[in-house]
């Protein structure tokens, strides 16, 4: 058992309509990887060509946004879930 990835229905179309995702993993960083190596094309969608996270991701472990924790350097342990929620836009 590793770390569970949320997968939103917009990338799932990456991942084969797989909505959760086990990986092995020691941090976030090490986690989308992992997901690239699985799921090409994956990684781009979180991260910028820089290596930081898209401003329209969010990254969860355990429901702490990792923007609060150590970013995308956000140690992982067994059994952590990471959930990855688009951000949403609109209104009045």
């Known amino acids: 058992m590793g770390v569970t990835v ?7 179309r990456l991942t084969d309509g ?11 960083k090490e986690a989308i990887e992992k997901l690239e190596e699985m ?3 994956f990684k781009e969608r ?4 820089k290596g930081d996270l898209r401003r ?3 990254l969860y472990v355990n429901d702490e946004d990792i923007r609060f924790l150590k ?3 956000t140690e ?7 959930s990855i929620v688009p951000a949403i836009a609109g209104g009045r």
């Open 6 to 12: 949320r997968v939103p229905t917009p990338l799932r």
């Open 18 to 28: 797989q909505g959760e995702i086990e990986v092995e993993a020691k941090t976030v």
């Open 39 to 41: 799921y090409p094309g």
């Open 46 to 49: 979180i991260l910028d060509e």
């Open 56 to 58: 329209f991701v969010n």
């Open 71 to 73: 970013g995308i350097d």
């Open 76 to 82: 992982l342990k067994e059994g952590d879930t990471l």
